[in-house]
């Protein structure tokens, strides 16, 4: 079974030492603890693709990512543009494994997550790392903060053996993927799920399904891969939200997911969990 992209390091948290200052200043001066080398907050590879560590010695503002086999990883807390996605990293991720994106993923995340939150949301004052990176905490009313995950809904339509993809305007050339939106307040994942599709393409769905969930750092979202069965085929499309939309069979999709250049659109990255569900739809799941 196809594994999301941005899972599978197998990190231990350790919640435990995250505020346990004594220990923590131990484990970043063990020997063995590793600094995640950043470009600004893109990955750097060495020659085998694999990510770039350096010492911790010397190193400030740290985030504590976990422990990997009892050694403790770090990365850096970084200044960074808010909103910014390079898409060159896309090319980078192609080479990384799983266990690099996820643990690389956590850390763009909580850089982005920090770097929006230096103020206070109650009173305005400035907030401090704390939690060894996992929390921001208010020098004046003392408020908490904590990274927080957005939900988002990423699904495919089904109908007679087909399923529904779409584009946007944003997207390379010839590439389509499954449709997506975040989850609204008081609303549940099915509810999402349906009320997405008949907004952005006008179809109605139901038995909608769960499939796999992946964490995406840019910033910080939650996929949650669905599929529900539609009853008719018709389109009425957003154009604000999709360029073009069509229904694909099983055999376009194989195609795409092979990299065949016949095939009908070109497929999200393998890292993508549009990816993961197109496979395992494939596949009969």
Known sequence: MSQP????????????????????????????????QLDVVDPVL??????????VEGAEDLLF?????????????????????????????????????????????????????????????????????????????????????????????????????????????RRYSALAGFVEPAESIEEAVARELAEEAGVAVTDVRYVASQPWPFPGSLMIACIGKAASDRLTLDGNELEDAFWCDRAGVLAALAGNPDAPFQAPPPFAIANTLLTRWSEGE
């Open 5 to 36: 992209g941005f899972t599978g390091a197998g990190l231990d948290r350790a919640d435990h030492l995250r505020l346990d200052a004594e220990r923590l200043a131990d484990l970043m001066a063990n020997g063995d603890a590793r600094l995640l």
């Open 46 to 55: 060495d020659e085998a693709g694999a990510l770039r560590w350096g010492p």
């Open 65 to 173: 990512l976990g422990l990997e086999d009892g050694r403790p990883l770090f990365a850096p807390l970084v200044r960074m543009e808010l909103g910014q996605r390079a898409w060159s990293v896309f090319g980078l991720l192609a080479l990384m494994s799983s266990r690099d994106a996820a643990i690389w993923g956590a850390a763009r995340s909580l850089n982005e997550w920090h770097n929006r939150h230096g103020f206070c949301s109650v009173c305005g004052h400035k907030t401090a790392l704390f939690r060894a990176g996992w929390g921001r905490q208010c020098g004046q009313c003392g408020a908490e903060h904590f990274p927080r995950v957005d939900p988002v809904v990423i699904m495919l339509a089904e109908h007679e053996g087909r399923v529904l993809l779409g584009r946007s305007p944003h997207y390379p050339p």
